[in-house]
């Protein structure tokens, strides 16, 4: 049998085709099933884009107004669980909460799992926020989207147009993107055909680590920390003396500026008062990029998405220690898409290791 050694990180191997969405990395470029993002976020909502990465897989693909539906009957099948959940997650921060939450889903259970699990993320996410604030759950209103409802549950009233808008183009920005590591996670498990909700869970507990779902909130942390744009270059040459990794900066595919940087960006610009922490992030990020040339030469590290994710999530009032839960709203979208793909047509994903401990004598 033909072996092969490839990279610990498995950087540069191909291990699965896909239709869902491709990664240009040299080109700064993310298409999502034949549609460039820019393109898709401005055109569709997050439901949209769900429908259309379901598209030829699950009930409901490629129409939008179901999916919409199914999620809407979903939230309201998961508010049920929510005293359950309550129980079970004191302490616990909201990440921690969904990966309790996701875990009570039964496979028996008869409605379509990628509504189940779609619908049961935003629902507990602000039941767990609102327990932290030790105020009541809010229970779903089935005629919203996914963005208006959860904006809804969480502040305990419709947001404006602009904050809905807002969110909606982050859950549909971060709906899917390759082979990312909480992806594959989800393909892997899939692979043995555990079920969707078993796959998404793997997947949620990839994501909430800091080098991938879990950057965005330390990303405000160093901006506090840094407090002013002239102190940046400082604040950067001293965490470099320390062998500190910069959250929202560097990426494995992207060789050049990640494209949801820009969206993200764009969209926090909509959003009232935002103005000066915009500009000051941005003076900010041009003084990482030059720290990152200065001190990683030819490395060609640049923004990553969970820059402006910080930024838009911030100026959307959600707390920084929800972020990475609100990520794995949007992006379970493609988690869902991606097991349908792997069920449909993949293998069991088992690869092999070089053994280099002792031997027996
Ligand atoms: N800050 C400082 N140095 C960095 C950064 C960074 N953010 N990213 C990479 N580097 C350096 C590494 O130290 C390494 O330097 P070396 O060659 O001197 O050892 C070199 O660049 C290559 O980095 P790797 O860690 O090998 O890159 P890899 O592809 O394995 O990691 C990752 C990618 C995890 C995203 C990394 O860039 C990182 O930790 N970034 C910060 C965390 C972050 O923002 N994560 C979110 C990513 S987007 C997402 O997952 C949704």
Same mark, same amino acid.
């Given at each position: ?18 239709? +869902? ?9 993310l ?8 393109? =898709? ?14 598209? %030829?897989?699950a ?12 999620m809407a009957d ?5 508010? #049920?669980?929510?005293?359950? =959940? ?14 309790? %939450? =996701?875990? +009570? ?12 699990v ?10 767990? =926020? ?18 208006q ?17 807002g ?20 393909r ?17 507990? #990839? ?14 942390? +160093? ?23 910069? +959250? ?17 960006k ?27 040339r ?28 929800a ?14 898409a ?22 027996p004598?």
């Amino acid at each position: 049998m033909l072996q092969t050694r490839v990279d610990s990180g498995l950087d540069g191997v191909i291990v699965a085709d896909t239709v +869902m969405s491709e990664v240009d990395g040299e080109e700064g470029r993310l298409v999502v099933r034949g549609h460039n993002l820019q393109e =898709l976020v401005s055109s569709r909502g997050f439901e949209g884009v769900a429908a259309l990465l379901w598209e %030829g897989y699950a009930e409901g693909g490629g129409d939008e107004a179901a999916v919409r539906k199914g999620m809407a009957d979903a939230r309201v099948r998961a508010f #049920a669980d929510v005293p359950k =959940l309550l129980a079970a997650t004191a302490g616990l921060t909201p990440v921690e909460g969904l990966r309790v %939450g =996701l875990g +009570m889903l039964p496979d028996s259970e008869r409605l379509p799992h990628q509504y189940l699990v779609c619908g049961a993320l935003p629902v507990f996410l602000a039941a767990l =926020l609102n327990a932290r604030k030790k105020l009541s759950p809010i229970a779903p209103d089935p005629s919203l989207t996914t963005a208006q409802d959860l904006l809804r549950m969480i502040r305990g009233q419709r947001a404006g147009e602009v904050f809905e808008k807002g969110l909606d183009a982050y859950l549909a920005t971060v709906a899917d993107h390759g082979f990312n590591a909480s992806t594959f996670t989800a393909r892997v498990v899939a692979s043995t055909h555990a079920g969707l909700i078993s796959a998404v869970l793997a997947a949620l507990c #990839a994501l909430k680590g800091p080098l991938h779902g879990g950057a965005p909130g330390p990303v405000l942390d +160093m901006l506090d920390d840094i407090g002013e744009a002239s102190r940046a270059e400082a604040w950067f040459d001293d965490a470099f003396a320390k062998g500190t990794t910069l +959250m929202g900066f560097g990426h494995r595919i992207y060789k050049v500026r990640d494209p949801r940087a820009d969206v993200l960006k764009n969209t926090v610009a909509t959003l009232p008062s935002t103005a000066g922490r915009l500009a000051y992030a941005v003076e900010v990020e041009r003084g990482a990029i030059a720290a990152l040339r200065r001190h990683k030469p030819g490395r060609r590290l640049d923004t990553n998405v969970e820059y402006y994710t910080a930024l838009l999530l911030e100026a959307l009032d959600v707390p920084r220690e929800a972020f990475t839960a609100l990520f794995a709203v949007g992006r379970a979208a493609g988690w869902c898409a991606h097991v349908f793909e792997q069920e449909k047509g993949g293998r069991i994903i088992r690869p092999q290791s070089n053994y280099v401990g002792p031997r027996p004598s």
